[in-house]
């Protein structure tokens, strides 16, 4: 299994349902783009839909923290990146950057992931088959260094 570091989404068009009474894309749909790239770097360590129907195993999201930074608009294309930055025997912990195929950084997610049995549902730990394909990607993506944004919180700056 061959695995970028960080992991890069196929390129994604900006859908004109998704444009609000703004102009812009609804704040909605950029968590959609990071869901799609996740799709794709889940597949790669074994878990995509396949995994669900199968083996009765998936993974839910347990928190996003979402930074907006620069408005998307129609005709826009994107991609999208997804860094594991740390994992255990059942949560991922992930890191993901819109970026305009310019170059120029859209927004950034962070997120929890739980492993669930889905009999449960309950959190349960990965398969053997699986939990080696999610260290195979960190480690290929340890060698990144964790991002400036990534642990970031939410709360008001007051001037002393």
């Known amino acids: 299994m061959s695995i970028s570091a960080p992991f890069l989404s196929s390129t994604m068009d900006i859908e004109e349902s998704w444009i609000d009474y703004n102009g812009h894309l609804n704040m909605a749909y950029y968590n959609v783009l990071f869901d799609r790239c996740a799709d794709e770097a889940f597949a790669l360590m074994g878990m995509g839909p396949d995994y669900a129907a199968s083996r009765r195993l998936t993974v839910y999201t347990a928190e996003v923290h979402v930074c907006y930074v620069r408005e998307l608009h129609l005709g826009d ?22 970026r305009h195929v310019d170059g120029w950084l859209a927004a950034t997610s962070e997120t929890l992931t739980l492993h669930i049995d889905m009999g449960g549902p309950k959190v349960a730990p990965f398969p053997a088959d699986i939990l080696e394909k999610v260290e195979a990607m960190g480690t290929a993506h340890r060698v990144l260094p964790m991002p400036e944004r990534a642990g970031r919180s939410i709360g008001i700056r007051r001037k002393a």
């Open 77 to 98: 294309r994107v991609q999208v990146t997804f860094q594991l930055v740390d994992h255990d025997e059942k949560r991922l912990r992930s890191y993901q950057e819109i």
